[in-house]
């Protein structure tokens, strides 16, 4: 006979949950522009970004 079972369900190890900066410097990285740096826009709810000639932009569906 082997020893005793192992627990069922398997025990699941719990990693620490990330510590987000301050709520202003959440939005401030949503609110930038992954290609240039430049502050995004808003139209309605899409962003974009205003700077001529890199043309980025979240649609409504991209971040809601």
């Known amino acids: 006979?082997?020893?005793?079972?192992?627990?069922?369900?398997?025990?699941?190890?719990?990693?620490?949950?990330?510590?987000?900066?301050?709520?202003?410097?959440?939005?401030?990285?949503?609110?930038?522009?992954?290609?240039?740096?430049a502050e995004l826009g808003e139209r309605k709810c899409k962003l974009f970004c205003p700077r001529p000639g890199c043309g980025y932009y979240l649609s409504c569906a991209d971040y809601l």
Do not use: F, I, Y
């Open 1 to 37: 006979m082997s020893g005793p079972a192992p627990p069922w369900p398997p025990e699941r190890r719990r990693l620490p949950s990330p510590r987000p900066g301050p709520p202003d410097a959440v939005e401030r990285t949503l609110r930038t522009c992954p290609n240039c740096g």
